[in-house]
């Protein structure tokens, strides 16, 4: 009788098989299916799918862990690349594999961190934890010494209370230079250097492409006062009385057309919603 890692063994076989059927596209027919797929055509959709689960694969062993089997990070990994197949645009003239992999990851990630923690944590939540990991581990560096939540609230412009909220219920952070047991080495020595990352630097182009073709649907004075208040301009958030002063106009009479421009935006720019994966 087959046991559990048999089984599982067997079925992941099989899916390799399959999936190497399906031939690798090269950069002039991922854009014509692109074409097509903008079109509505739902063939050149599957097909481009059907030829980057190989893609998908090779991400997912990066995230193998204990808890979750590889054929669940695998399945996870399909659903954003299916996301990412349904949106590549020809017009950005990029690998779809670059833009995919954005996804994939995506994709996995959320998945994963919503199986390993009891709690769930909202998506917004689950980022600004992110970030205090992140952030105790640069400041733990940086003053040798472990970081207090107030410390790490003042470097992230949050509050102390929600800090501390949000690390109780995430369980307890290590210093980098803990070592493992049998002194192979420290978590540094797997902590993965985020400060550069391709597949994020894409996505925040395509995200600011998008942005500014839906602003061309509001009037020369609207548009401008958007890239004012959302940091377009030397990623600077500029105020009411400053872009006042700007344009010529009243704080308040700047704070009305910026109320409009966004009530128009939220009629045209749906789609921008993808791109924050709610």
Known sequence: MKGKNDTEETTLKAYFRQIQRSALLSFDEELELSRRIQKGDEIAR???????????????????????????????????????????????????????????????????????????????????????????????????????????????????????????????????????????????DLYEDKSYDPDEELM????????????EHLLEKEKQILLYRFSFYGGKKYTLKHIGEEMGISPETVRQIEIRAIRKLREHAVELKEYIYN
């Open 204 to 215: 925040k182009k395509s995200f600011r492409e998008e942005t500014m073709k839906y602003l």
């Open 46 to 188: 599957q097909k481009l799918i059907e030829a980057n689960l190989r893609l998908v694969v090779k991400i997912a062993k990066s995230y193998v862990t204990p808890d979750v089997s590889f054929l669940d990070v695998v399945q996870e990994g399909n659903l954003g690349l299916i996301k990412a197949a349904t949106k590549y645009d020809y017009k950005k003239n990029v690998r779809f594999s670059t833009y995919a992999a954005w996804w994939i990851k995506q994709s996995i990630v959320r998945a994963l961190s919503k199986k390993r923690r009891a709690i769930r944590l909202p998506h917004r939540k689950e980022e600004l934890l992110k970030n205090i990991q992140k952030t105790y581990y640069l400041l733990n560096q940086e003053f040798s010494r472990k970081p207090s939540v107030e410390e790490i609230a003042r470097e992230l412009n949050e509050d102390a209370e929600d800090v501390a909220a949000l690390l109780n219920s995430s369980g307890s952070i290590y210093s980098l230079d803990s070592t493992f047991s049998d002194d192979s080495g420290t978590l540094m």
